[in-house]
C-alpha cells in the first residue's frame, strides 16, 4: 500500500508497475491512496496564478498512468502499526463505499508535507498558500479581485492596500511566485483604467540572507537584483510577526516593527510533515519518518518512507536529504527495487543520489540555473528550466498541452477570467447504496 499521490507515491507505484516480473503481476496487489486523483506537477504550479498555464494541464490523472494499481480516493488520517492498518475518511468512507481500515503487508509513506506557518498569529487564517492547483487557482483568483476592485476604489490609501501582494519566503517557491505574479499583474493593469502599473506592489518577504539560499549566493542574489529591477519588492532579513485581514507586522532588520496594509498575502516559507504521520516520527527526524538508507524504518515492521514526509540520510554529507522532487522520484527507483528485492529474497540496495542542478524560473524569460555545478542565469536558464521540466512532465498528452499553453502566450494576452470552484464537500456525487437483499414481490405477480 502506498499512500500520498504525489512525486512519491505515484513514482514508486510506476516504478513499481514497470519492475514487476512474470507471475510477480498476479501475486501482487499494488494500492495506492490519495486524496487527489492526479499528481500535481508543483514546479510548474507558480505559473497558473499568472494564466500562463491552465490549471489541468499542470496535473496527471493517475488512473490513466497506473493501469496495474487499486486506486483509492480518501485521505490518510492515522497508521496503526501494530495491526498494519490505515485508517482513511472522504465520501467515500462516509458512504460505506471504502472501508475506514485499509490493511497492507508492506506501507509505503509519501504523503508529502504540509505548510508550516511558525506559529505566526494570523498566518493560518489570513494568508493564501502555494502548494496545490486550488491554491494556484485561489491566488490567481484574489489578485483579479483585488484589481478588479482597486479599479472601483476612489481612495487612493485603499486602492494602494488592494494592490499590495506580500509573499512570505524567499525560497524556490517565493522566488518564482513573485516573478510570476508581477509579471501578470503588468500585463493585465491595462484593462482596468484606473490602475497603473506604479500603484501595483508586489513584496517579496523572508527572514534568509540572500533569495534562494540553496542555489548559492552569487545566483541568489543575480535573482533579487532581476526581481527588483522588475519591479518586486524584495525584503531580506525580515520576518512576519503578524497577518490581519486588512495589513501584516514585519520585524525589520533594526528592530522596528513596520505596518503593511495589504489585502493579499501568500505564505510560501515553510513545509511540515503530514499530521498522519505524527505518531512514527522519531525526535530526531522533526516529525518525519526516520528510515535507514534503504527507505526502510528501523522501527517499524513493514514501513518505508520517501519524500517530504521521510527523513533519508544524506550520502553526500550530515543529515538528511532535501524535500525536493528530485529526490523523491529517485527515492521511489530505490524503493521499488528494495520492495521486490525484499519479496524475492535478495539482498537491498541504499539510496545514493546527487542532485544535477536547482532551477527556478523569475518570469519575464528569466531564470536562474545551477546545473553541474554550473552557474546560469538569463534566457539561456529559462530555456533549460522549460525544456527540463516540459521533459519531465508524466504523459504525452500533458507535455503537448502545457507546449500549446506556453506557445499561446507569446502571441496571446493573458486570461483574465475569475472562475470559482466547488468547495471539497460537492466534489463526489454518490447514490444512495443498493439494498442487501431485494424485497419480496407482491403476492400475485
Known sequence: MIVGGGFAGYYTARELEARMRGPERDELEITLVARDNFLTFTPMLPSVPASTLAPRHVVTPLRQALRRTRFVRASVTDVDVASKRVRVAGALVDAGREPELLPYDDLVIGLGSTTNFFGVPGAAEHALTMKTVPDAMRLRNRV????????????????????????????????????????????????????????????????????????GARLGKWAREVLTKDGVEVRLGTAITRVADDHVLMKLPSGETERVETRGVVWTAGVAPSPAVAGLASPESKGRVLVDPTLKSPHHDGVWALGDAAAVPSTDGPGFCGPTAQHAMRQAATLAKNLLAAHRGRPLVWYKYKPLGLMASLGHHKAVALSFGIPLWGFLAWWMWRTYYLMRMPGLERKIRVALDWTIDLFLPRDTVVLRYESPGSQLILTPPPPRSLPAPPRGE
Open 144 to 215: 483579479l479581485d483585488l484589481l478588479e476592485a482597486a479599479d472601483a476604489e476612489e481612495s487612493e490609501r485603499r486602492r494602494r492596500a488592494l494592490l499590495t501582494i506580500v509573499i512570505v519566503g524567499v525560497g524556490f517557491s517565493g522566488c518564482e511566485t513573485a516573478g510570476e505574479l508581477r509579471e501578470f499583474i503588468q500585463k493585465t493593469a491595462a484593462l482596468y483604467p484606473h490602475v497603473s502599473r506604479s500603484d501595483a506592489r508586489v513584496m517579496l518577504v523572508g527572514l534568509d540572507a540572500e533569495c534562494m539560499p540553496e542555489i
